[in-house]
C-alpha cells in the first residue's frame, strides 16, 4: 500500500486547514487509515483514524473536537479537516495503514508540515 499525504502549509492559530491521505496500491481498502503527527523534539502522536469498512473513527484527545476525519472510497482518499488550529498543532502530520484500531501504522506515507502561527 503506498500513501501520499498533501496540504499542508501554514496557517494562523484559529485557522482550519485540510490534509488529504491517497491511498493505492494492492487492496488499500482492506486497511484502516490514520494520521499521527509529530512536533520538534517529541515523540510521534496519535490524532485520528478511520476503518475503510465500517463506519468507525476514533480521535486522540488533544484534538477531539476540533479534528474530523473522512473518507472517499471511490477515490480512496482519507481527509483530516483540522478546525481551530492552534501553535501547539505544529507538527509533521503523516498518515498510515494498518488495522483496526490504528494504535500503530503498517505502511507509512511521507510527512507533510503543519506550522500554526500565535
Partial sequence: VQLQAS?????QAGDSLRLSCAASG???????????????????EFAA?????VSQ??????????FTISRDNAKNTVDLQM???????????????????????TYWGQ???VTVSA
Avoid: H
Avoid at 26 to 44: C, D, I, L, T
Avoid at 49 to 53: E, G, L, M, P, V
Avoid at 57 to 66: A, E, I, N, Q
Fill in 7 to 11: 496540504g499542508g502549509g501554514l496557517v
Fill in 26 to 44: 494492492r487492496n488499500p481498502s482492506a486497511y484502516a487509515v490514520g494520521w499521527f503527527r509529530q512536533a520538534p523534539g517529541k515523540e510521534r
Fill in 49 to 53: 483514524a478511520i476503518n475503510w469498512r
Fill in 57 to 66: 473513527v476514533r480521535y486522540g484527545d488533544s484534538v477531539k473536537g476540533r
Fill in 83 to 105: 478546525n481551530s488550529l492552534k501553535p501547539e498543532d505544529t507538527a509533521v502530520y503523516y498518515c498510515a495503514a494498518g488495522p483496526w484500531p490504528m494504535t500503530r501504522g
Fill in 111 to 113: 510527512g507533510t508540515q
